[in-house]
């Protein structure tokens, strides 16, 4: 038997268990059947016919998925009716439908748009709101409740949201690919056309509006102008039909360029009135295809895109000209504040591309459009791994503005690691930058609620793929979970977020439970300690892959993400008294904490000021030996999560459990490699020891070039970091082998192989003892390099071997193409069980 | 990273855990880790390293497989020596090595054949045996051990084998596909050869190993003589090579007619010098390509095969015409006893196919070559839900036997449905047959040690496929265990064999263990209930497929499987006062109880005697109310493993759980309709009706056949019990619907919608209720029939649906290609959850 994949599978004699595996694509809408009778007798005085009023796509969409919450969770199929039966219903209706529906409803206090509550009468269960999209976020309410296990009296819930806006972008390019997205290509497009198959699109939408996100621009910032040239449009009317079944707004991001690149006029300057006349055109036109279209996303003047700076224009002016064209359609034009110059002098101290996105915008606040939203960053820099909230969000009070948090991971491991993001977000959103008063947090201004803006919100940057789980990694869906509840009510806690996301995505079990909420809670934190702590930012290849470590790729170059480490200090000076005054730009209260040395947090210490390497933390502990640590700390808790995991076996449904604990095995071996990486970079840098001896020191580590090597050659590894001695062994003249005498004492021991697994080959290797094969594998990851660096660099382990004195160890390579089995050292530690 | 096929994959960082999610290919070989700490850590002692003497491939393969499960289930490595290291070791040697190996070894008594013995001294842990083989048993017995968390005290183990033959056959033809096999194509041939990756050969000869199975015939019964042909001879030999490694010798199946057919001869007669020679000059060269070939199994004069029969000459004449070839080179030949006439008038009663195997070999007693075995299935008949000991094995005095025993399901629902055999075999094997006075059980004459023969012992069929789970159900697995635990210890008792085999093949979880040894313990008996209790035999198609139910496929025909059932009584008269006087093949004491109405056991009353229907059982039941009552106790208990099956869920790997439970339900449903089917015959034929009312009355069943037919005509099923009411809907003018009204109470209901899957499309359903589509579901499963009959019969549930009086309930098929969405009924039953 097979189930067809529009409809739910029923086919069990007693429950309705799911007949498929696990493969993370429905993520945290799975309705898991309740096992717990108590549970699920606790919901048996439900009705059992679920009547929508209005026929809209939403209300239906809304009905279809309660049906299929019911369903699962519950083995009850719903009666679905279009007209009050004459016994108990579950009734869907706007406030509006309400009363001619149910006479005798009771009355609902006013909510905000998209706003829903949920009524337990005696007799009927009602799900209202104050449009269709209102209602459907009832049912999803609803639903969540269920599969949570509140009781019954706990369904009535009200709720409106925070912000109109909630919006994802994604950043697929026609071409299929998507840029920094790492769960596979594109739901969207493929050959530069709309995919015929658009089924992931519709289970995409539908994750989406289960959090309450109304708008997604589906196509990459840095935009191909095809995507509204006319024959590209009935293929955007497409998507934008599974869209508005589940209250999705489509928009696209758009080239500023367009008029000239495929409108046919010489020049794309926004003041001229043949491209206003264009774009009001072609705005026009993409209506008539998409007439509940949200809007456009703009990137222009920014990382060599064009845009008004070609005619001396000011972005209001870029922004206003299409703004114009799409107010009478009620569209919306999201304006990136993402603007910065990088062909930046590094050697002028006073340079800081932290200050850009302030100094572009201040001047112009007041200037733009009703319909324009400035999107900002969350941070001044780019989704670093700890950047203070940027001070824009405080200084435009004439302006509306959007926050863009960036969910996919693109400088946190790219799906490779575990890192939740709410935990940093929260914070972000959090921090008071007392732009009109103590009390302004970022998320009111973004919202914009302190300024009383007539728009506002949340954009995250989601990028999902292909890939069965969306991300690449079953666990990154959280990020995209806890966007959409944050941009719903950014009041939740990481804990109460994380807390839903693990029961509904994976099991009641408590165990399960606090295991994964664990590891997520702490994940940003364990990142950050052993990527790049005290504020110096993520210490990756900026210039390149952001994968792997590259501690001085920052430096000496324009693009402005400067640490400054030298020999005798570290850190950005961003003070006004003596630094580039980047603080300055913050309101009063707020620059005055940062310009101070001693109030300065810790965490975010080397973002603002230039310090000695023994400069002593609020901890106690000098900058050098708090790098130092950080970084042993985060290894250490990388490698626990492994061990964690593994707590889990037979508790979580074995596809995703392996596919994660993958994942966590690859983090645990990442995490090593930048903690050594950073810290032999500090310490040979600064010449200050690590205070407890860690640092340098390798014990048991046998480095490649060491080893006896027969068709292996030593090469340098650029970063000199990222390898361990700069070197590692590449087999150049086949057959390769790289031998040695352990010559310690006899007992069980780990053996951890640390290799280069590029991605233009799949070499082997195999690992011996003697004569004794131990182990063998094949470098068939898949890692954004194709050289012998740290994006490459990979471990093995081989567990619980016997060593004697006198014991040759020996790994053999067999290379593949350009992949040249490449070694950087073997490690011997006492066997963990 | 991916592992290669040949090495166990240890990449975890502190457990060596599998990476690959479970496939059921390893079967009762997985060594999982084991997570108990305490049991683990009391085998912290034993040695760390592995001496092998002899550097045979056999002791090589036992090495190899205590390495691998040492690292699979306590995490470690061992080291392989081949000689005595300076610290405690694990010494693997023969006892006539043992003392040359290890100086000081303690004295070993003596062993049979491939008995071994493990000794933990203080210093070394001993695997010894009186061959390699015995060695390579002793391993395996030590790691089921270690599995088992015996303590290490316990680990003294010495066994040695109740009899010298326990070999498999499988009936593998050239082409690739498998007489009677459910588990895929074959892994030895294809395409008239062998198949090029003889992987999966390794795979399953370790599997054979690890039972202590000493012999594998690869091809069927039915020969095609090209097997022993010149330029088969070297690829037989990569298979022989493969097995010698795990002490298995190859053997084949030759066709009798070989000389004539592919030999250039005129004849066969086995009485011809020509032929004789021809015999001894073939298998010379097929020894010279197989040295250690373990002998022929040969079909003969049975079932259309050629035999002696055409020359006059007898079953004797023909196995020691081949036999005189073998014995220079140790060979043995499997003659098989399964010779009857399949075209036996069937109007005379005094005719019995149960007759056969006794009235063909009793008379040539004393007359077989040393090396000749006669391989009598087990009971009379040919692998019956029930069946008497055959009393061939009492009979023979002067003539080697083997068992035959049939692992592959081809009577117990083909791998869709679970049924363990272990029960039945073993009441086979204990029955005394009073051969030599009290205690002579089958087992101990089919060894040979009742009359002291040369050989002896246990054959099962065992008929493996490429499925990754080899038998195409994780559950029938343990047929395949348990016969090679009872050929090694027939002793064992079902309760410790099932015990093993769960602990080893799922896990060590209280639940689990008792759930699955509970199901499969009652599993035998549930299904006789169902399909042919009191020894009518399985009410199948015994002359189609074996797999549905058919209760007159075995009357009015010549094959002689009869049950004789008519309108006043059922059963074989088989006594000797009046009936066939098979019962007098049986020795005094056994035929006595046989022939006496009074105590002949209930279970076998209809296999011995013609009764009417109101004969009263030793139960105090009518025989006709047994039958109903059996059907409905069968029926019940195949829908109780569903639910007990489902509390396993997250227990069991969500693979192995998901598929079974798809058997399950399946079993179900088929145990739904033998109930019905087999009933309602009965009920019709002896026109009595059931005591308790169930039979003939379905409640809440609707016939398609009464319900509102648009494009579907009514068709009559063939048998008339394969449907209910004898008639189906079968969609002959598209589009089709078949439509009711409902007009019980409201409520929620389970739907029951019985329907046709044939194997020749695939044809959609969808079911709806009003407007509202409940269910939809295509016909894809795989049954053997093109027909709409009990074979393609089968049943989708739709569960809680509300249902209010006057609600219309509609079926809409698709049909496709020949298969036409045919429809039996719909049942409407009270929901269970």
């Given at each position: 038997m097979k189930c067809a994949l529009t409809f739910v599978c029923i086919t069990a004699m007693f429950l309705p268990v799911k007949l498929t595996a696990e493969t993370g694509h429905d993520a945290w809408l799975r309705y898991a059947y309740i096992n717990d009778t108590v549970a699920r007798e606790g919901y048996a005085d439900l009705p059992a016919v679920v009547v929508g009023f209005a026929n809209s796509p939403v209300i239906v969409s809304a009905r279809e998925e309660l049906i299929r919450g019911f369903r699962g969770m519950l083995g009850r199929t719903l009666r679905a009716a279009s007209t009050l039966p004459n016994e108990p219903a579950i009734v869907l209706a706007t406030i509006s439908d309400l009363r001619a529906a149910l006479p005798g409803a009771p009355r609902i206090a006013p909510l905000a748009e998209d706003g829903f509550q949920i009524i337990r009468t005696g007799r009927e269960l009602i799900v209202t709101g104050t449009n269709d999209r209102g209602v459907l976020y009832g049912v999803f309410a609803l639903l969540r409740a269920i599969e949570l296990q509140w009781s019954e009296s706990e369904l009535n819930i009200r709720e409106e949201p925070y912000a109109p806006v909630r919006w994802v972008n994604e950043w697929d390019n026609l071409d299929g690919t998507i840029e920094r997205g790492y769960g596979g290509r594109s739901i969207f497009f493929e050959n530069d056309n709309v995919r015929a198959d658009l089924g992931p699109v519709r289970d995409y939408a539908r994750l989406l509006a289960s959090l309450g996100i109304n708008g997604c621009a589906i196509n990459n910032v840095n935009a191909n102008p095809r995507v509204v040239s006319a024959e590209f449009l009935p293929q955007l009317a497409r998507i934008a039909e599974i869209f508005r079944a589940w209250g999705i707004r489509l928009a696209v991001s758009v080239d500023f360029s367009s008029p000239q690149r495929i409108g046919g006029l010489d020049t794309f300057d926004p003041l001229d009135s043949r491209v206003a006349t264009w774009w009001k055109t072609?705005?026009?036109?993409?209506?008539?295809a998409v007439p509940d279209l949200g809007g456009f996303v703009v990137k222009a003047d920014s990382e060599g895109r064009l845009g008004p700076s070609a005619y001396k224009r000011t972005h209001a002016d870029a922004a206003n000209v299409i703004a114009r064209a799409l107010a009478p359609h009620h569209g919306l034009i999201f304006y990136r504040g993402f603007v910065y110059d990088h062909h930046m002098d590094w050697r002028n101290l006073k340079n800081d591309r932290a200050r850009a996105a302030y100094d572009n915008f201040i001047k112009l606040d007041g200037t733009f459009a009703d319909n324009v939203l400035v999107q900002i960053k969350h941070g001044p820099i780019d989704f670093q791994v700890r950047e203070p909230a940027s001070p824009l969000f405080g200084a435009l009070e004439k302006t509306n503005e959007a926050i863009e948090l960036q969910i996919t991971q693109e400088y946190f491991g790219q799906a490779r690691q575990v890192v939740f993001l709410i935990p940093m977000w929260k914070e972000a959103l959090d921090f008071d930058l007392h732009a009109h008063g103590a009390g302004t947090p970022v998320k009111a201004l973004a919202a914009g609620k302190t300024f009383n803006r007539p728009s506002g919100g949340f954009v995250g940057v989601s990028n999902v793929g292909l890939d069965a789980n969306w991300f690449g990694n079953d666990m990154s869906q959280a990020n995209l979970y806890g966007f959409g509840r944050l941009a719903w009510n950014p009041n939740l806690t990481s804990e109460q977020i994380i807390d839903e996301w693990t029961r509904l995505t994976f099991s009641q079990g408590p165990e399960v439970v606090k295991t994964i909420n664990s590891v997520q809670l702490s994940s940003w934190r364990t990142f950050e300690n052993y990527t790049g702590p005290l504020g110096l930012q993520t210490l990756t290849d900026i210039v390149g892959n952001h994968f792997g470590v590259a501690v001085e790729?920052?430096?000496?170059?324009?693009?402005?993400?400067?640490?400054r480490a030298d020999e005798q200090g570290v850190g950005m000076d961003r003070t006004v008294a003596t630094g580039t005054g980047y603080i300055g730009q913050y309101?009063?209260?707020?620059?005055?904490?940062?310009?101070?040395?001693?109030?300065c947090p810790d965490e975010l210490l080397l973002f603002m000021h230039h310090v000695p390497y023994t400069h002593v933390l609020h901890s106690g502990k000098t900058v050098i030996q708090q790098i130092y640590?950080?970084?042993?700390?985060?290894?250490?808790?990388a490698a626990r999560y492994v061990k964690e995991w593994e707590s889990l076996n037979g508790r979580v449904d074995e596809p995703r459990y392996l596919a994660i604990l993958a994942h966590l095995q690859y983090q645990a071996g990442a995490a090593e490699l930048w903690r050594d990486a950073v810290n032999t970079w500090f310490l040979r840098t600064s010449g200050i020891p690590d205070r407890t001896g860690r640092a340098g020191s390798f014990p048991g580590r046998h480095e490649a070039e060491a080893m006896k090597l027969t068709g292996y050659s030593v090469v340098d590894v650029k970063p000199?970091?990222?390898?361990?001695g700069s070197k590692a062994a590449s087999c150049t003249?086949?057959?390769?082998?790289?031998?040695?005498r352990y010559d310690g004492t006899a007992g069980w021991y780990d053996l951890y192989v640390r290799y280069f697994d590029q991605n233009d080959g799949v070499s082997r290797y195999r690992l011996l003892v003697g004569s004794q094969l131990i182990d063998e594998w094949t470098a068939a990851d898949r890692f954004p390099t194709r050289r012998?660096?740290?994006s490459s660099s990979t471990r093995r382990i081989a567990a619980g071997v016997a060593l004697r004195p006198?014991?040759?160890?020996?790994?053999?390579?067999?290379?593949?193409?350009?992949?040249?089995?490449?070694?950087?050292?073997?490690e011997i530690h006492q066997a963990t069980k």
């Open positions: 072609k705005v026009g036109e993409i209506y008539r790729a920052s430096e000496r170059n324009g693009w402005g993400q400067w640490h309101r009063p209260p707020v620059a005055k904490m940062y310009e101070s040395l001693t109030e640590d950080a970084h042993y700390d985060g290894a250490a808790a000199w970091e990222a390898a361990s003249a086949p057959p390769c082998a790289a031998r040695m012998i660096d740290s006198g014991d040759e160890i020996r790994i053999e390579g067999v290379p593949d193409g350009p992949e040249t089995a490449a070694l950087d050292y073997i």
